[in-house]
């Protein structure tokens, strides 16, 4: 694999790019702790993009009797297409607990700051931003996947409980393209409500390797 693309998205800030098909794009944890929100499009059609309930529940297992939908995705497995399509498949994570990541609540943005009296972006804003040159408009963003995000369900106290993030320094996650994509990516602001960050924000490292 050489490298043939890398970049680094500044702390709460917006990025995109597109990863052709057979690409490994790696984006890594810098200075750990940090969530990346990331949406993904089919580069062709943009109106096909990620649905992370077909990502969990539309695979097939070796046993069919051991069928169920999943709660988290981890390597080898895809993200799923609203044309229920792999749009990319995980390859590898270093974290050591595999698949603690958020696939259920929607990202920030300005209407949530905006309640608690806070007048700034969120990642919705950064990736809307980041994808418009590609003619993807705000509300065609799709929920996202969010990296690195470590969240659980109380079912005792019906709620989301976010906790801090389980990323090192240097920690990354890596996936294969399996049709181009355009891919669009946040540094999560949010330093204020939550432990999501740790109450900050850091740079993550884009890369993108193809096969010699």
């Known amino acids: 694999m050489r490298l043939i693309h890398e970049h680094v998205v500044p702390p709460k800030g917006g990025y995109a790019l597109v990863v052709e098909k057979g690409d490994h794009m790696r984006i890594t944890n810098i200075e750990g702790t940090q969530v990346v929100d990331m949406a993904v499009f089919n580069a062709e059609n943009p109106r096909e993009?990620?649905?992370?309930?077909?990502?969990?529940?539309?695979?097939?297992?070796?046993?069919?009797?051991?069928?169920?939908?999943?709660d988290r995705l981890l390597p080898g497995d895809n993200l799923m297409s609203t044309g229920c399509r792999p749009l990319m498949t995980i390859i590898e994570?270093?974290?050591?607990?595999?698949?603690?990541?958020?696939?259920?609540?929607?990202?920030?943005?300005?209407?949530?700051?905006?309640?608690?009296?806070?007048?700034?972006?969120?990642?919705?804003?950064?990736?809307?931003?980041?994808?418009?040159?590609?003619?993807v408009a705000?509300?065609?963003?799709?929920?996202?996947?969010?990296?690195?995000?470590?969240?659980?369900?109380?079912?005792?106290?019906?709620?989301?409980?976010?906790?801090?993030?389980?990323?090192?320094?240097?920690?990354?996650?890596?996936?294969?393209?399996?049709?181009?994509?355009?891919?669009?990516?946040?540094?999560?602001p949010e330093d204020t409500l939550s432990d999501t960050n740790c109450r900050t924000s850091a740079p993550t490292r884009v890369e993108v390797f193809r096969p010699d």
């Open 138 to 188: 705000y509300e065609d963003i799709p929920d996202t996947m969010d990296l690195f995000m470590n969240v659980y369900r109380d079912m005792d106290g019906e709620q989301w409980v976010y906790l801090r993030p389980i990323t090192k320094p240097g920690d990354y996650i890596e996936f294969r393209a399996e049709m181009d994509c355009l891919v669009g990516m946040s540094n999560c």
């Open 49 to 70: 993009k990620l649905s992370n309930a077909w990502s969990r529940s539309r695979y097939i297992p070796e046993d069919l009797s051991k069928y169920k939908p999943r």
């Open 93 to 135: 994570e270093t974290a050591e607990e595999k698949g603690v990541h958020n696939l259920y609540n929607r990202m920030c943005n300005r209407f949530l700051y905006k309640v608690f009296g806070m007048e700034k972006d969120g990642c919705a804003e950064n990736i809307a931003r980041a994808v418009e040159p590609y003619g």
